[in-house]
Structures are given as structure tokens and as C-alpha cells.
């Protein structure tokens, strides 16, 4: 019997004492006050919206975990507590728990990388720790073992932009197990560098990914249902939602009867039937809350790769003559061309390898 395990997350926004440098006044200090702010508040949202999309669910994370965030200067710390330190769980419920808390952070850290990146162009490194740590978010502190640990994997031992897990996560096979086993669901997120250390680290680009071509499949599937049922195919779906977001517009009517001219009678009775269903398990509900969950993701993952393509290319152009700061868009480099080249025969992800660096 095990109680459930922490995690705590330490995150380092490498060039930030270069962005500081260009601080020398009033108004640049509060945008940049600013843009910690705002980056604190996407994590508390995606934390709310997180709690709305576990309390459905058989597992609700939030009935066995605390998770708590805090920046402090540069740095971002994260960390999930298990609520109930004396509740104890079989192996498997336990294993799988706690991996499956540890694929939950990443999505969160994603959404963190991304957001720095698209604003600022910059790029983290970090550690990961199943130590205990504590967040006093009031404060902006943080304590504790598994604060150390992490702050170490990533000051020590990470040197180029990888999210570290300590030695003692990876050398723990029954939770290395259980995450292998939660990547053939969720898609795989560690790697082992085996070009430097043999470190694991965090393969949230891969994350994402992977996510997204789960979703388009699934968009794809019920797509299908639908033209196989009702003879509607996605552009018709397609353009009369588009057409509904103008529909304060003065050519509204004038664009509804285009609209409607373009698609026969019977489908324009068809479409009338599904736009009226309200059950949430009916195919073309299923299908717009798909259809948002894609534009969503496919929206942070394009822009990210986009960005990590402008900023590494940038930067090693700029950093040619210092061989450290070079040495980590390197590695970034061939991190983002390894993660596409896996996705290459993917067939709902084809467009993604034009974000690849020569």
C-alpha cells in the first residue's frame, strides 16, 4: 500500500536577465510586471478549467490533489500535494494515479511555455521532483525537499532548455510503467537524452502533439457519422458556423441565401435537425465541442512551433561567438526536428513538418 505521490516542478525562463537589462524605466518595468501577471492568471484559469472537466469524470484529480503554482523573479513553481496524506493505494491504482497526474502538469506547463515564448520569445529549463514541497502563493514562496531537488536538475545537471526528472522518478520501473502505459493513450511524455546524460526529460512538444492528432481523428470520425447519417459534410457545417458569427451583420440575409442556394433541400432540413439537437451525446454536439477543442490546441501548438522556428533561428544566428547560450538553441533545434520527424507519416499531421530547421 503507497500513499499518492507529489510532484513539484521547477521552472528557469532562461534570458531573463537580458530582458531585464532593457528595464530602464517606469513603463517598461510595468509591462513586464505585466506580462508575469498575466502568465500567473493563465494558470489559474486553466486550473478552474480544469476542475469544470475533471468533476464529471470517474477519476476527478482534484479529489485527491492540490495543485498550486507560484512565480517567483524568473522562476515558476508548480505542484501537485496529494490531499489526503494517509489514504493508501493498491500498486496500480497508485502507479497510475500519480502518472497520470504528472501527464495533467504537463499540458498545464505547455500552455506556460507557450505563452512566454509568443510573447517574449523566451525558453525554460527545469527540474521535476517527487519530493515534498509546499507553495505559499499569498507570499509567492515556496518550500520544501522537492523544491531543492528540482532547483538543482535544473541549475546542475539540465544546462540546455530540458525540463529534468530526477534519477529516482526514472529509475522507479513501476511508475515508468504505468507512464508508458498512459502513452499509448496520451502519447509519451519523457524522452531519455541518450546523446548527453541519459536523463529523462519532459517531452511536452511531443505532448501536444499527439493530442492534437487524437483530436483530428476524432473530429474525422464523427465527421463521418454525420455525412454517412445526414448527408451534410464538414464544409457545409463549416460555413454556415461561420456564417452564424455574422449574423448581426446588414448582408446576413443576403449571405443566408447564397448559403442556401449553394446546398439542396434536403440538406438544408438536415442541417435545421442538427443545429436543434440539444443532447449533449448527439453526434453534432460531440462534433462542435471537438471542433473547439481543435481549433484551441491546434491554435497554442501552431504558434508555438512557429515561434520555437523564428526564435531558434534568431538566436543562433545572434549567439554564433558564445558557445554556451549557442550550445542550447542546438539542442532545442534538433529537440523540435526529432519530435516532427516522428509525426512524419502521420496523416492528420502532415502540415507540421514545414516547422522543421535545416
Same mark, same amino acid.
Given at each position: 500500500m503507497n500513499k499518492?505521490?507529489?510532484?513539484?516542478?521547477?521552472?528557469? &525562463?532562461?534570458?531573463?536577465? !537580458?530582458?531585464? *537589462?532593457?528595464?530602464?524605466?517606469?513603463?517598461?518595468? $510595468?509591462?513586464?510586471?505585466?506580462?508575469?501577471?498575466?502568465?500567473?492568471?493563465? &494558470?489559474?484559469?486553466?486550473? !478552474?478549467?480544469? *476542475?469544470?472537466?475533471?468533476?464529471?469524470?470517474?477519476? $476527478?484529480l482534484y479529489e485527491y490533489y492540490d495543485f498550486k503554482a507560484v512565480f517567483i523573479s524568473d522562476s515558476f513553481v508548480l505542484s501537485a500535494i496529494p490531499k489526503v496524506q494517509?489514504?493508501?493505494?493498491?500498486d496500480n491504482d497508485y502507479y497510475d494515479l500519480s502518472a497520470f497526474t504528472l501527464i495533467e502538469l504537463t499540458y498545464q506547463i505547455f500552455i506556460f511555455i507557450e505563452n512566454i515564448l509568443k510573447e517574449k520569445g523566451?525558453?525554460?529549463r527545469g527540474g521535476i521532483s517527487n519530493k515534498f514541497a509546499d507553495i505559499d502563493d499569498v507570499n509567492s514562496l515556496a518550500v520544501g525537499e522537492g523544491l531543492i531537488e528540482a532547483y538543482e536538475?535544473?541549475?546542475?545537471?539540465?544546462?540546455?532548455?530540458?525540463?529534468?526528472?530526477s534519477k529516482e522518478i526514472s529509475n522507479n520501473k513501476k511508475l515508468m510503467l504505468s507512464l508508458k502505459k498512459h502513452s499509448k493513450v496520451y502519447g509519451n511524455i519523457l524522452s531519455k537524452d541518450t546523446d548527453r546524460d541519459d536523463f529523462y526529460y519532459l517531452n511536452y512538444l511531443s505532448f501536444m502533439l499527439e493530442l492534437l492528432n487524437k483530436s483530428e481523428k476524432q473530429r474525422v470520425k464523427v465527421q463521418n457519422e454525420i455525412e454517412e447519417?445526414?448527408?451534410?459534410?464538414?464544409?457545409?457545417?463549416?460555413?454556415?458556423q461561420e456564417l452564424l458569427k455574422d449574423k448581426d451583420s446588414s448582408d446576413?440575409?443576403?449571405?443566408?441565401?447564397?448559403?442556401?442556394?449553394?446546398?439542396?433541400?434536403?440538406q438544408q432540413s438536415k442541417l435545421n435537425q442538427l443545429l436543434k439537437e440539444k443532447d449533449r451525446n448527439s453526434l453534432f454536439i460531440q462534433y462542435k465541442q471537438i471542433i473547439q477543442d481543435i481549433q484551441s490546441t491546434k491554435y497554442?501548438?501552431?504558434?508555438?512551433?512557429?515561434?520555437?522556428?523564428?526564435?531558434?533561428?534568431?538566436?543562433?544566428?545572434?549567439?554564433?561567438?558564445?558557445?554556451?547560450?549557442?550550445?542550447?538553441?542546438?539542442?532545442?533545434r534538433e529537440y523540435l526536428?526529432?519530435?516532427?520527424?516522428?509525426?512524419?507519416?502521420?496523416?492528420?499531421?502532415?502540415?507540421?513538418?514545414?516547422?522543421?530547421?535545416?
Open positions: 499518492l505521490m507529489q510532484w513539484t516542478l521547477f521552472l528557469d &525562463i532562461l534570458g531573463y536577465g !537580458q530582458e531585464q *537589462k532593457k528595464i530602464d524605466n517606469q513603463e517598461k518595468a $510595468n509591462d513586464f510586471i505585466q506580462f508575469m501577471s498575466i502568465n500567473k492568471e493563465l &494558470i489559474k484559469v486553466q486550473d !478552474q478549467m480544469n *476542475k469544470q472537466f475533471f468533476s464529471d469524470k470517474d477519476i $476527478n494517509t489514504q493508501e493505494f493498491l523566451l525558453i525554460v536538475l535544473e541549475s546542475k545537471f539540465a544546462k540546455v532548455p530540458r525540463i529534468l526528472i447519417r445526414y448527408g451534410i459534410n464538414e464544409n457545409i457545417i463549416q460555413d454556415f446576413f440575409i443576403s449571405r443566408l441565401d447564397t448559403f442556401n442556394n449553394s446546398i439542396t433541400a434536403e497554442v501548438t501552431i504558434d508555438t512551433l512557429k515561434k520555437l522556428q523564428e526564435t531558434i533561428q534568431s538566436e543562433l544566428k545572434v549567439n554564433k561567438d558564445k558557445p554556451t547560450t549557442y550550445e542550447k538553441y542546438v539542442w532545442l526536428n526529432k519530435t516532427i520527424q516522428n509525426f512524419q507519416n502521420i496523416e492528420y499531421l502532415d502540415f507540421i513538418q514545414k516547422y522543421k530547421l535545416q
